[in-house]
């Protein structure tokens, strides 16, 4: 019988695509630079490289919400986006909401009103009511329920949810009269 097998190149190339580079990003308004193939998602490099666990993953798809984050206010899925789209943006992550030890109010609103159970969609229920309250300021509970359909929730903290996004609304309402002097 002869040996059919092929020749094994000696020394292949590789493929340059796959070749870590160098990305600088601006993440929680710090200024990192990671090195990871340019198709990397967001979301690997966040978790794995720079340690922040807010962002979850969940499906892999962009379809679940759980990975979201703030991409120059804007938000969108982590694990669908390639590190190299990133750069030049800012980018926020839970862990980058709260400012001077201080919770965001929608953090605050979802800790108040037990928004969570499992915990698992909460990232993605907190950066799009984030970005969503930043958009509308005084949302409906049909805009509030238009802006989180592509959040996932398997719990059943939907109730708790809505009543968490008019709370946070309110509290920034709040927030920006205070600070305009309109008390004086």
């Known amino acids: 019988m002869q040996d059919e097998r092929r020749p094994v190149a000696e020394n292949p190339r590789p493929d340059p695509r796959l070749a870590p580079v160098r990305h600088g990003l601006t993440v929680n308004g710090r200024s990192v630079t990671v090195e990871a193939a340019p198709g990397t998602r967001l979301l690997y490099v966040l978790r794995n490289d720079l340690a922040l666990n807010g962002p979850k993953y969940g499906c892999g798809l962009g379809q679940c919400g759980s990975c979201t984050v703030l991409v120059d206010g804007r938000a969108l899925r982590s694990c669908a986006i390639p590190v190299r789209a990133a750069v030049g943006r800012r980018i ?24 969570a159970q499992c915990g698992y969609c909460l990232n993605g229920m907190i950066m799009t009511s984030v970005a969503l309250l930043a958009a509308h300021p005084d949302p409906s509970e049909a805009e509030i329920r238009s802006g989180l359909q592509g959040n996932l929730c398997r719990c059943g903290t939907h109730v708790e949810i809505l009543r968490a996004v008019r709370a946070a609304a309110s509290r920034l309402r709040e927030a920006r009269t205070g600070s305009d002097g309109d008390d004086a």
Not at 102 to 109: D, I, K, M, S, W
């Open 92 to 115: 926020t992550t839970l862990e980058g909401l709260a400012e001077g030890g201080r919770l965001h109010p929608v953090q605050e609103a979802f800790i108040a009103e037990n928004a």
